[in-house]
């Protein structure tokens, strides 16, 4: 049974670029959270999808940041133009259809903007 | 979610009992209470859940005041591997899904050899 996949581990990227993180959930999962944790803080929530839907998005921040659950294939969490500031832990987890809903970590992306 | 307090850290030794507690006064009746922790440079990793009654897993129990204002997350045999930041977090279900977690501070458990 594998676990929820992100890749890449670890993204570099110059400010300015893009960065895209991916998250495969954990088979028969169709609930994906995304997670921020900013160097010696806390985590943060951004975004809650369903499959082809985006069902809560309160923590995502307004610019550049979009995230999407296609059909087919993994969720993709996308940071157009980075910046220094959003150099972080990106996690991903998954949850099953029934209750408790219980989340199932990734091991992350580290995102180092340079 | 609802607000919870925990300690912001504790020790204890290897090999014995270890108690980590939570309030959360402001608990309402479809809140369950949820742990969750995260090891050095991982993922969050589920540990265990409740509404009112004591539960028991495979890797700790978990105990609820009478009132449900305060639970404590109870790990038999801590071991170093079980040094971690523990998360209690209360979560609502809705209709065919959950929020995203409101971690908090958490508390940083040291477990001392």
């Known amino acids: 049974n594998a676990g929820v996949m992100q890749n890449p581990r670890h993204l570099v990227r110059r400010r300015g670029q893009e960065a895209r993180l991916r998250c495969s959930p954990m088979?028969?999962?169709?609930?994906v959270y995304w997670y921020r944790q900013l160097p010696e803080e806390g985590l943060k929530f951004m975004v809650y999808?369903?499959?082809?839907?985006?069902?809560?998005e309160s923590g995502m921040p307004k610019e550049r940041f979009s995230a999407e659950f296609p059909k087919e294939g993994p969720s993709i969490l996308r940071i157009q133009q980075v910046v220094r500031g959003d150099s972080a832990a990106y996690f991903c987890?998954?949850?099953?259809?029934?209750?408790?809903?219980?989340?199932?970590f990734g091991p992350g992306t580290r995102l180092t903007v340079t | 979610d609802a607000k919870t307090t925990q300690p912001n850290s504790m020790e204890s030794n290897e090999e014995e009992p270890v108690h980590l507690p939570c309030n959360h006064s402001?608990?309402?009746?479809?809140?369950?209470i949820h742990w969750y922790r995260q090891l050095p440079s991982q993922g969050p990793e589920y540990v265990i859940h409740?509404?009112?009654s004591n539960v028991n897993n495979r890797m700790a129990s978990l105990a609820i005041a009478e009132d449900r204002k305060s639970s404590t997350l109870i790990l038999h045999r801590a071991t170093l591997r079980d040094a971690a930041v523990y998360y209690c977090?209360?979560?609502?279900?809705?209709?065919?899904?959950?929020?995203?977690?409101?971690f908090g501070k958490g508390t940083h458990l040291i477990i001392q050899p």
């Open positions: 999808l369903q499959k082809e839907n985006i069902i809560d």
């Open positions: 977090i209360l979560r609502v279900y809705s209709g065919g899904g959950a929020d995203g977690l409101t």
């Open positions: 088979k028969g999962h169709s609930h």
């Open positions: 409740g509404l009112t």
């Open positions: 987890a998954s949850s099953p259809l029934r209750p408790p809903y219980e989340q199932y």
């Open positions: 402001t608990i309402s009746g479809t809140d369950y």
